[in-house]
T-cell receptor, first 110, second 115 residues
Framework: GQNIDQPTEMTATEGAIVQINCTYQ??????LFWYQQHAGEAPTFLSY????GLEEKGRFSSFLSRSKGYSYLLLKELQMKDSASYLC???????????FGKGTRLSVIA | DTGVSQNPRHKITKRGQNVTFRCDPI?????LYWYRQTLGQGPEFLTY????????KSRLLSDRFSAERPKGSFSTLEIQRTEQGDSAMYLC?????????????FGNGTRLTVT
């Protein structure tokens, strides 16, 4: 099975940088995904890592270390609209369904 | 591409009643997933299909729950004899049959309230 841990809540200031961590234990690994979910809305795909290292997409970057069972999502130049839950999810083999963490609720304040 | 569509958006029912939800995936996607999400939690996997074949059901899925995808296009999720604990957001997602990097694309969900 899998176990995924994320902080429950974080608060950061508009314009700042925030790092949301995700640690996991899994018997198999075929990718780690990050999703953003605004309250009452569907999760939307942000990023995917399968190899160690950093993937950058505009203001958002995601990092993976498979040996440490660790990933983070980095958000730069925070905007108020970034206030949302951020979900870390694992795929343990092939193209199997994703297993999600409980999510980190990020509040961006002025 | 109109995205994943779910109906209804909201459903209020009395305990003991049956409910059925519908999901229309992105048209070219072979895989369709059902998840359930409660407040403050991440989506919890229920079941998924590849075309019309149901490939996996979560051990957490009670036998009151059944899902179908008869023609490999839309899917329905039925809950029989609803209980208050079934109150949740039911999310449908689809993906293509590509490699492991294929993300899931979610619909806006059906929010079920059992009174």
């Amino acid at each position: 099975g899998q176990n995924i841990d994320q902080p429950t809540e974080m608060t950061a200031t508009e314009g700042a940088i925030v790092q949301i961590n995700c640690t996991y234990q899994t018997s198999g690994f075929n990718g780690l995904f990050w999703y953003q979910q605004h309250a009452g809305e569907a999760p939307t795909f942000l990023s995917y890592n399968v190899l160690d290292g950093l993937e950058e997409k505009g203001r958002f970057s995601s990092f993976l270390s498979r040996s440490k069972g660790y990933s983070y999502l980095l958000l730069k130049e925070l905007q108020m609209k970034d206030s949302a839950s951020y979900l870390c999810a694992l795929r343990n083999s092939g193209n199997t369904p994703l297993v999600f963490g409980k999510g980190t609720r990020l509040s961006v304040i002025a | 591409d109109t995205g994943v569509s779910q109906n209804p958006r909201h459903k209020i029912t009395k305990r003991g009643q049956n409910v059925t939800f519908r999901c229309d995936p992105i048209s070219e996607h072979n895989r369709l997933y059902w998840y359930r999400q409660t407040l403050g939690q991440g989506p919890e996997f229920l079941t998924y299909f590849q075309n019309e074949a149901q490939l996996e059901k979560s051990r957490l899925l009670s036998d009151r729950f059944s899902a179908e995808r008869p023609k490999g296009s839309f899917s329905t999720l039925e809950i029989q004899r609803t209980e208050q604990g079934d109150s949740a957001m039911y999310l449908c997602a689809s993906s293509d049959l590509g490699q492991g990097h294929s993300p899931l694309h979610f619909g806006n969900g059906t929010r079920l309230t059992v009174t």
